[in-house]
C-alpha cells in the first residue's frame, strides 16, 4: 500500500509519506516530510495513492477553498482508494458555547479544565473554546500566519465535501476510530473524522 499523509503533526503516520509545507513552517516540526508544497494543489500526484489520511489540516484551508481541495486530494487516490480526513468538530465546540451562553453547565470535561493556552485565553471558557475553532498565531504580535484556522467544518459538511468529491461509503468515524491512534488521543472529544472510498 502506497499512503501519503497530508499535514503531517506530531503522529506522523507510520508506512506514509508526508506532504507538509516545508522547513520553518511546520506546526509541529518534528515529523519532517516527503513532499513540500501546498496541500491545495496535488496536481504533481496522478492516481497514485491507496490511502490519503489528515489529520488537523484541513481547517487551515479557507473556507471558499474546502470543495477544491478535497476534491484535489481525492484525485491523487487510486479507484477504491481511502481518504480520511480529522478536524476539529465545529457542531460540538459550537454546542458547547452555546451552553456557556445560555448559562448552562459545560459538559466536555477539558472545557472545566483551561490551561490550555491560559495566558491567551484566561481561563475564560468561552475564550478557550473560541480558541479552539480559529487556533492562534505562533508569535505575537503577528496577525496572520498558516496556524489559524480559516474553516470551521461540521459532520454534515465535511461529510458533503466528501460526496461531492466523488467519495462513496462516506462514513462520520467514532472516536476510536483514526488511523494514528495518537492523533485521537490529542484531540479528544473536539475531533472529527470521516472516511470515504474512491469510486
Known amino acids: 500500500m502506497r499512503g501519503l499523509e497530508i499535514g503531517p503533526?506530531?503522529?506522523r503516520a507510520k508506512g506514509f509519506e508526508t506532504f507538509n509545507l516545508?522547513?520553518?513552517?511546520?506546526s509541529d516540526g518534528e515529523s519532517g516530510e516527503d513532499?513540500?508544497?501546498d496541500a491545495r494543489d496535488l496536481s504533481r500526484f496522478d492516481q497514485e495513492f491507496d490511502y490519503v489520511y489528515s489529520s488537523h489540516c484541513l481547517e487551515h484551508v479557507h473556507w471558499y477553498e474546502l470543495h477544491e481541495t478535497v476534491r484535489q486530494w481525492a484525485s491523487v487516490l487510486k479507484p477504491?482508494?481511502?481518504?480520511?480526513?480529522?478536524?476539529?468538530?465545529?457542531l460540538e465546540v459550537m454546542e458547547e458555547m452555546i451552553r456557556w451562553e445560555?448559562?448552562?453547565v459545560l459538559t466536555r470535561p477539558s472545557a472545566h479544565d483551561l490551561g490550555w493556552r491560559k495566558a491567551l485565553t484566561r481561563k475564560h471558557p468561552f475564550l478557550w473554546l473560541q480558541g479552539k475553532l480559529y487556533n492562534y498565531t505562533k508569535t505575537r504580535g503577528v496577525d496572520f500566519d498558516y496556524q489559524l484556522h480559516r474553516s470551521m467544518l461540521t459532520p454534515k459538511f465535511l461529510?458533503?465535501?466528501?460526496?461531492?468529491?466523488?467519495?462513496?461509503?462516506?462514513v462520520v468515524l467514532r472516536e476510536d476510530q483514526n488511523y494514528v491512534p495518537d492523533n485521537q488521543k490529542r484531540h479528544g472529544w473536539m475531533n472529527l473524522g470521516v472516511r470515504g472510498i474512491k469510486k
Open 9 to 11: 503533526g506530531m503522529f
Open 22 to 26: 516545508g522547513e520553518g513552517k511546520r
Open 35 to 37: 513532499h513540500v508544497g
Open 80 to 90: 477504491a482508494g481511502v481518504l480520511e480526513i480529522h478536524v476539529p468538530n465545529g
Open 102 to 104: 445560555k448559562g448552562e
Open 159 to 170: 461529510t458533503e465535501l466528501f460526496t461531492d468529491a466523488g467519495m462513496t461509503d462516506v
